[in-house]
């Protein structure tokens, strides 16, 4: 079965700070993984993907993530986090058809 | 470019009433189409999906159905709703092929009372 963790709750940084959102993944065969974004009362919002290619995905916002293989890991990074930064992200993995996500990270970024 | 539209944006709806939830993509044919739920503002949960016309595939067994008219509008049904029904429910769409993006719609709150 194919299957995305996502370790922390939460995640709480100041702004300014880099901020990491750690992703796991287990896929047998290559990976098709993404990252969602989900403020409040809101749709999930696309933010990139890894199909193939440089392990360093770059996306919206100023987001990216880097697909490492030996550590089955898809974590989400930004430099620098904004207190717009605030909300809940999610780690997905499509197979064939579907999506299937990670259980969500909060992350809170104070000013 | 393409849009997906869903509504209504919010319901509440007494146990035991009908639902209908109707989700519209434009800008693109013969999409993948998905209903997906999130209980609790976290896990998601992926309902329903649709490769065409007719063509549904259920996930899990519930007390919801779906069905896809035309090429491009997915609705979400129940003949009777439960309070375990209440929750987040987003549509979504992609192009065909396991590489292509999932976009999903604003999404439609349903309390059940």
């Known amino acids: 079965a194919q299957s995305v963790a996502q370790p922390e709750d939460q995640v709480n940084v100041a702004e300014g700070n880099p901020l990491t959102v750690k992703c796991t993944y287990s896929?047998?065969?290559?990976?098709?993984l993404f990252w969602y974004v989900q403020y409040p009362n809101r749709g999930l919002q696309f933010l990139l993907k890894y199909i193939t290619g440089d392990n360093l995905v770059k996306g919206s916002y100023g987001f990216e993530a880097e697909f490492n293989k030996s550590q089955t890991s898809f974590h989400l990074k930004k430099p620098s986090a904004l207190v717009s930064d605030s909300a809940l992200y999610f780690c997905?993995?499509?197979?064939?058809?579907?999506?299937?996500f990670g259980a969500g990270t909060t992350v809170t970024v104070r000013a | 470019s393409q849009t997906i539209h869903q509504w209504p944006a919010t319901l509440v709806q007494p146990v035991g009433s009908p639902l209908s939830l109707e989700c519209t993509v434009e800008g693109t044919s013969n999409p993948n189409l998905y209903w997906y739920r999130q209980a609790a503002g976290r896990g998601l949960q992926l309902l329903f999906y649709s490769v065409g016309i007719g063509q549904i595939s259920s996930e899990v067994p519930q007390n919801l159905s779906a069905s896809r008219p035309q090429d491009r509008q997915f609705i979400l049904s129940s003949k009777k709703l439960l309070l375990s029904d209440s929750g987040f429910y987003l549509c979504?769409?992609?192009?065909?092929?396991?590489?292509?993006?999932?976009?999903f719609g604003e999404g439609s709150w349903l309390t059940v009372v």
């Open positions: 997905a993995v499509k197979t064939n058809y579907k999506l299937s």
């Open positions: 979504a769409w992609s192009l065909d092929g396991r590489s292509n993006t999932i976009y």
């Open positions: 896929v047998s065969g290559n990976p098709y």
